[in-house]
């Protein structure tokens, strides 16, 4: 059965994130107010044609492990569902 695979990469928090400060500086500047700071990070979806969800898991586990997200300044999160 087919599975989707939703990941996060997000940047770990001791590492710089000129994107999101840039993000956030725009926020105030359009009246944001309220935003303390921002960050940035990547969502992907992957369509896997697995027939166990174990497999599936490890799968997408190894496909950001090398190649996703960056183990040194990146940590990843995903859920896989049924479809």
């Given at each position: ?7 996060r ?25 309220g ?49």
């Open positions: 059965m087919p599975y989707i695979a939703r990941v990469v997000t940047l770990k928090p001791a590492v710089n994130d000129p994107q999101g400060i840039t993000i956030a500086r725009a926020l105030k500047s359009l009246g944001f107010e935003v303390q700071s921002v960050r940035a990070g990547k969502y992907l979806e992957l369509r896997l044609a697995d027939d166990d969800a174990t497999a599936a898991e490890e799968r997408v586990r190894t496909m950001c492990q090398k190649l996703l997200a960056n183990p040194v300044t990146e940590t990843f999160s995903f859920d896989l569902e049924q479809i």
